[in-house]
């Protein structure tokens, strides 16, 4: 009987991974695309309210070395990054996307400033991997996975 339930979880699953079964309508492309230009223009405008709107309400954050960040702490996150710092650039690079029924996964680079109320600016790149879901009333941030890149090294 398990060789037959392997058998049957194996054939399930190369099933699910056959080509079909990731379908990226154009209309689901520019949903999630609208949605992303949204985020980005809320903390480019510092838009508090805007930003936590387009995310799931049980999203995820994931970042090295750190435990994920829950609802909860990716709210308090928010709230405090943009009353701590100004985001006059953030732009963002895709280097891979597609959709898997109510998931999209959108891959790529980032670079950004922030100008904290005191001191110097802060310019940051790395990589990002963000799954959106397809909620009630749009595509929302459900995972977001993000890792800086390391900074060039000066030759002397």
Same mark, same amino acid.
């Given at each position: 009987?398990?060789?037959?339930?392997?058998?049957?979880?194996?054939?399930?699953?190369?099933?699910?991974?056959?080509?079909?079964?990731?379908?990226?309508?154009? *209309?689901?492309? !520019?949903?999630?695309? $609208?949605?992303? @230009?949204? #985020? &980005?223009?809320?903390? =480019?405008?510092?838009?508090? %309210?805007?930003?936590?709107?387009?995310?799931?309400?049980?999203?995820?954050?994931?970042?090295?070395?750190?435990?994920?960040?829950?609802?909860? *702490?990716?709210? !308090?996150?928010?709230? $405090?990054?943009? @009353?701590? #710092? &100004?985001?006059?650039? =953030?732009?963002?690079?895709? %280097?891979?996307?597609?959709?898997?029924?109510?998931?999209?996964?959108?891959?790529?680079?980032?670079?950004?400033?922030?100008?904290?109320?005191?001191?110097?600016?802060?310019?940051?790149?790395?990589?990002?991997?963000?799954?959106?879901?397809?909620?009630?009333?749009?595509?929302?941030?459900?995972?977001?996975?993000?890792?800086?890149?390391?900074?060039?090294?000066?030759?002397?």
């Amino acid at each position: 009987m398990k060789a037959v339930a392997r058998t049957l979880l194996v054939a399930l699953a190369i099933s699910a991974c056959r080509r079909g079964a990731v379908v990226d309508s154009a *209309a689901d492309r !520019a949903a999630v695309d $609208s949605a992303l @230009a949204q #985020y &980005r223009q809320a903390w =480019l405008q510092g838009d508090t %309210a805007k930003a936590l709107g387009l995310i799931s309400s049980d999203v995820r954050f994931l970042f090295p070395g750190e435990p994920d960040l829950r609802a909860d *702490a990716v709210h !308090a996150l928010f709230i $405090s990054e943009m @009353a701590t #710092y &100004r985001i006059p650039t =953030l732009n963002l690079t895709r %280097a891979d996307f597609f959709v898997a029924g109510d998931h999209a996964v959108d891959i790529g680079t980032y670079e950004e400033i922030q100008i904290p109320k005191t001191g110097a600016p802060i310019h940051g790149t790395g990589r990002y991997m963000t799954v959106w879901r397809r909620e009630a009333g749009g595509w929302r941030i459900w995972r977001f996975m993000i890792n800086e890149l390391p900074k060039p090294r000066s030759t002397p």
